[in-house]
């Protein structure tokens, strides 16, 4: 690609997406160099591999895989707790990297962000391609990070192209010569499509991404929903999805899990889990305002299969104490004695901001008013002294077993793909 990048068609967007290489495992050799070029691990403090280098790839290890086959079929992997804090305060500055050079930033996920950069070229007096070369030299000198970019005239585009080549790849994609990228992408590895609509489309003749984008908009309007309308303007180089610079500010639920090795069937622990998350998942609303009108709660056995309970509270709250009770009876529902669980889990949902609790004749609402009153003590204790200085006694087990690497859940710092 030469100096005139883009310039054929004056009126594209061009937006960068950067997505760490490995980033985690990134972190880890930034902070100790003397790990690079070594395949490393992390997710020791889950007893599954959360991140792992290209090194520990080319070995045969897989994400997901339990720390201990890792340990027995490759002995020399080195294999760390993550450390989420450091993966935070890294992708803090890489994104400030960015900013330099964009005021439009939006923050994909801890590893990844998009920028539109339409314009820079004249500001800086430089191509896109040597402002994308300036970025990744600056995160990797100041950071010590390596990371991919694409550059495209949308947001999908860029993304296929940030994945094009890695670890360490710049490649830049026009809408002219977007179908010889696409013709080598399958369907299913497209930004937005699942597996389930990926099946759809094979089923219809619909294997790459250029299968899609030949198909008619007529057609997709027919057999797809909207969503997927948008990705196929998108692929067609037609710009739908605007960089967003908001910050995530409300949820409409709220999700909080862990994976533990090894796998158990130890009730006590189990339900003190399920405590932690309720809790954590309830500061989270607090936080934001909302309380939930619905809870869910699931364990995933050794062998991956799920088991979920759910129920209406009828008295929404965002106090763990007021949803504990209803919380017990959906955990007598999916536990069993005679199961290995490897996972537990804990969703709100139908989450408001605007509930007005009506006074019930039992006292209900006055016990929750208590309760709601106790926490935005608790709240402001810890936002001074620190997270967890007081937990429900149910709790207790749970925050035991953690014995190395930091919480995702202790950080201010909203990491979105965790």
């Known amino acids: 690609m030469d100096a005139h990048d ?25 902070k100790n160099p003397k790990l690079k070029g070594l395949p490393v691990v992390t997710g020791e403090e889950r007893g599954i591999v959360s991140a792992l280098s290209y090194e520990a790839k080319a070995l045969g290890v897989v994400r997901g895989m339990p720390i201990f086959r890792v340990k027995k079929e490759f002995p020399s992997t080195i294999i760390l707790p993550g450390d989420y804090k450091s993966y935070a305060e890294y992708s803090g ?21 998009f ?56 490649t830049i994609i026009e809408k002219e010569t977007a179908s010889n990228f696409l013709a080598k992408v399958p369907v ?29 908009l007529v057609w997709v309007k027919q057999c797809l929903s909207k969503p997927y309308e948008a990705i196929w303007n ?16 409300t949820y409409s639920s709220i999700q909080k899990t862990r994976t ?19 809790e954590d998942a309830c500061r989270k609303a607090r936080y934001y305002e909302l309380v939930p009108k619905k809870i869910s709660i699931f364990l995933k056995t050794k062998d991956f299969k799920i088991v ?67 926490h935005k003590q608790i709240d402001l204790l810890e936002y001074k002294l620190g997270k967890r200085i007081v937990h429900l006694g149910s709790t207790q087990k749970a925050l035991k077993h953690k014995t190395s690497g930091t919480d995702a859940d202790e950080l201010d710092r909203d990491l979105l793909f965790l």
């Open 6 to 30: 883009f310039q054929k068609n004056s009126k594209s967007k061009v937006i960068l997406h950067i997505d760490g290489d490995a980033f985690f495992v990134g972190v880890e050799v930034a």
């Open 93 to 113: 500055k890489m994104f400030d990297i960015v900013s330099r050079y964009a005021y439009c930033v939006e923050e994909y996920s801890i590893d990844e962000c």
């Open 115 to 170: 920028a539109d950069i339409t314009g820079l070229d004249r500001t800086l007096k430089k191509t896109y391609k040597e402002i994308a070369e300036q970025i990744k030299k600056e995160i990797n000198d100041e950071l010590g990070l390596s990371v991919s970019i694409g550059l495209a005239p949308t947001k999908v585009l860029a993304k296929v192209a940030s994945n094009w080549v890695k670890p360490n790849g710049l």
């Open 188 to 216: 299913g590895k497209v930004w937005g499509i699942g597996p389930k609509t990926a099946e759809v489309l094979i089923r219809r003749g619909v294997e790459t991404a250029v299968d899609f984008c030949e198909k008619d």
């Open 234 to 249: 998108e692929l067609n180089g037609i710009l739908i999805m605007d960089v967003d610079t908001d910050v995530k500010n």
């Open 260 to 278: 533990f090795h090894p796998a158990t069937n130890d009730k006590v622990f189990l339900w003190s889990q399920i405590s932690k998350h309720i």
């Open 308 to 374: 979920s309970a759910s129920s209406a509270l009828s008295l929404p709250s965002n106090a763990p104490e007021v949803t504990l009770s209803i919380t017990r009876n959906l955990f007598k529902k999916v536990y069993s004695k005679d199961i290995l669980y490897r996972t537990a889990g804990v969703i709100l949902d139908d989450l408001t901001a605007d509930f007005t609790p009506q006074a019930d004749l039992f006292g209900g609402t006055t016990k929750s008013d208590k309760f709601d009153l106790i």
